[in-house]
């Protein structure tokens, strides 16, 4: 038997849907997040290879930063009202990350913490819009 005094799954869905934003918006800081994941993923693995307990923190960082931005890049995609919210944390955990990478020497963590700075721009764009 079903209950008709339930909203259904399309009308709960769309409640929590940001009035009068275009989930378009989303797309370029979408595509930095999934970016920055991917960056985060594999350097925290070439790091792992190497190893070092110097690197310790720098790979604490950046799964916490690769988690942080497979989680708004889903936000943003559902276009939530909480988007703004979570990109600004984002940001933060990107720009935490960027600067633990941006001390070693190596191309992976270059190129981690490029990816990292250009998220955290976009996503602090997003939270301030």
Known sequence: M????LP???ARVTATVVPGRDPSDFGRCIELCDAC???CNRCAAACVKEASSALARCIALELD?????TTAAAIMARNSENAE???SLCA?????CAAECAIHDMDHCRNCAQACRQCETECQRMATT
Not at 2 to 5: E, F, I, Q
Not at 65 to 69: D, F, G, L, P, W
Request: charged share 15%; proline share 0%; with cysteine.
């Open 37 to 39: 994941a991917t960056a």
């Open 8 to 10: 259904s799954a399309e």
């Open 92 to 96: 933060d955990i990107c720009r935490r």
């Open 85 to 87: 919210l979570v990109c």
């Open 2 to 5: 079903s209950n008709t005094n």
């Open 65 to 69: 930063c690769a988690a942080m931005c």
